[in-house]
């Protein structure tokens, strides 16, 4: 289904299939689907919604704060461990390093998984006030709002002690505070009056940690992550004297809340019928749906090994139906008196675009019961 591309241009860098897929490494863990991924730059398309709302959130920060937040966004996604992980203080056994949450080009190079990867360089060549756009990249689960490529803007402001002294508060409280209220403006520069919640989380780079909600269609959809800065991170970079707050914003979940997207699928969709419903600049589109084509259900059901997780099913059914899945579901799971364990998953097939043949989904199902004994080591039932 993925047309094999050889080589990819980052930013002007071209990189070839052969550095990113490498076939004969044990740790890489790159499908050609997500490699052909990596130079699509949706972030930097003006009239494409992810590009539209980068663009609105650049202006609500420029129309904010008399002092400037620099951009970066053609910053590569390829990165180091250290950069993803060791730089923001993720612990050696944190599950985000695992080869089943992210994509591994070696055992040292990773499609980055957050744009916190660039938190720490970017402090060491000694910028305070900073927004950072870019694709990032995780093994995950399959529904209508969750993709193996999406897009984050990080945003971090360093703060020194004049800047709290005088509200008599606590450095920590007064970023917390700060952080929240920008946040706040900013979803109602956004959206207006909408309906929103903060959740405390744990990050290993920001204590505390707060998330963000929006009631969207019928549920709460968390758009973002953010924190007041470890100290540590401020130490490794010189700033001794100081505290700091990050953001990390989900793109795709904001502008699904702002133009009503109801699948996260469409951001990828080159139909006309989508990419003609949003022009540079304009916020107040909602989207129409061109049509609702019927969905397919198929059930499969096989007994799991150990080694056996969700996200590499996941991965195995999005190899074969590419963006022709929407779902994927867990619907009963037992395991008998020898202690086998049965796990029966409904796919979910549907397009965006037209309506599917039985035929075509029956083939689909049938390359998704070789592929998943094949690969996953699993006993169909
Ligand atoms: C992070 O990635 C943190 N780096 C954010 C952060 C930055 C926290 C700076 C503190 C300081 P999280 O994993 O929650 O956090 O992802 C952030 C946002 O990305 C989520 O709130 C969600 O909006 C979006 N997101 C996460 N996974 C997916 C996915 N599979 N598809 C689409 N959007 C996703
Ligand atoms: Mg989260």
Redesign the pocket.
Known sequence: RFPIVSAVDIGGVTIARNDVVREDDPTNNVPDSIFSKLGMQLHRRDKHPIGIIKNAIYHYFDSNYAKKFETFEDLSPIVTTKQNFDD?LVPADHVSRSLNDTYYVDSQTVLR????AH?AELLREGHRRFLVTGD?Y?R??IDS????V?H?M???CVFSPEDWNESGKDSTLYAAEDLKKCLEGLARHLFGAVEMRWVD?Y?P??EP?F?LEIYFKEDW???????V?EQRILKQSGLENNVAW?????L???AMVLFDIPD?RLFWSDDERFTSQFGKGELGVKFKPFSKYPPCYKDISFWISESFTENNFCEVVRGIAGDLVEEVKLIDSFTNKKGMTSHCYRIVFRSMERSLTDEEVNDLQSKVRDEVQRKLNVELR
């Open positions: 923001v998984c957050h744009t916190s938190q990032v995780r995950d689960s709002t969750h993709y193996p999406f984050q990080e945003g971090f989380t990050f780079f920001t940690s998330e959809l968390e758009v973002l992550g953010c924190g800065t990050a953001f990390g914003l989900g795709e979940r904001l996260i």
